[in-house]
């Protein structure tokens, strides 16, 4: 697709089941993104992925989340236990290239999956 | 932790009417974002600027880079109601480029 593709658009969970969201990002892009906002809150970094490097996990909240990319493509986002505090939107980001400096082409931002844990 | 603080938080003008957005932080970034996000939606990049004192233009949008490349500033002249959505500035981390620190946005409302 022309876009970053993420589903579900919306998902409730009951607390203490465990979510998988999905993103598919910009065909040939090849750093892909997590993030997480919060009503009144800014965009938290959760994570990254850069082509065949280790993933930059310095954003994860806890040990419940993890998240995968698989061939360079398609990731998914893992929170396991699933909290309260965990109600977000979950938006998937991908760009040519990690330093969006370098190609002037910035991050291309899916939709998000809006998160409510109950 | 870097931190971009990001003013005002809210802004409500008429149609017509000049505005400025601040970001300003303490921390020096490798390159700058500004992001506008309307509603159901993800962010969407507007202009990315990289060099300490970096002007852009983008028609009736204006945006300033620090010389230290620690603040950045969006201009909009004669704002229309199209205007209307979240802004946010978002900086890119010196030593790891995928990792963007955001404000906390400013809600711009454009009033006919």
């Known amino acids: 697709g022309a876009g970053v593709s993420q589903s579900p658009s919306n998902k409730v969970t009951e607390k203490g089941k465990d979510v998988e969201l999905r993103c598919d990002p910009i065909?040939?892009?090849?750093?892909l993104y997590w993030y997480r906002q919060s009503l009144g809150q800014g965009l938290e970094f959760l994570i990254y992925f850069q082509g065949n490097s280790a993933p930059d996990k310095s954003g994860l909240p806890s040990d419940r989340f993890s998240a995968e990319r698989t061939g360079g493509s398609v990731s998914t986002l893992t929170i396991q236990r699933t909290q309260q505090e965990d109600s977000a939107v979950y938006l998937c980001?991908?760009?040519?290239?990690?330093?969006?400096?370098?190609?002037?082409?910035?991050?291309?931002f899916g939709s998000g999956t809006r998160l409510t844990v109950v | 932790t870097q931190l971009l603080e990001q003013s005002p938080q809210f802004l409500s003008i008429q149609e017509g009417e000049n505005l400025t957005v601040y970001c300003n932080s303490s921390?020096?970034?490798?390159?700058l974002q500004w992001y506008r996000q309307e509603p159901g939606e993800g962010p969407v990049l507007l202009v990315t600027v990289v060099t300490g004192g970096e002007v852009k233009k983008l028609k009736r949008l204006t945006f300033q880079f620090g010389d230290a490349r620690k603040d950045s500033s969006l201009h909009i002249t004669a704002a229309q109601t199209g205007d209307t959505g979240l802004y946010l500035c978002a900086g890119a981390d010196l030593t790891s480029y995928g990792k963007l620190t955001f404000g906390q946005g400013t809600i711009l409302t454009v009033h006919p």
């Open positions: 065909s040939g892009h090849t750093a």
């Open positions: 980001a991908s760009s040519f290239s990690l330093d969006p400096a370098v190609y002037n082409y910035g991050y291309t």
């Open positions: 921390s020096v970034f490798s390159s």
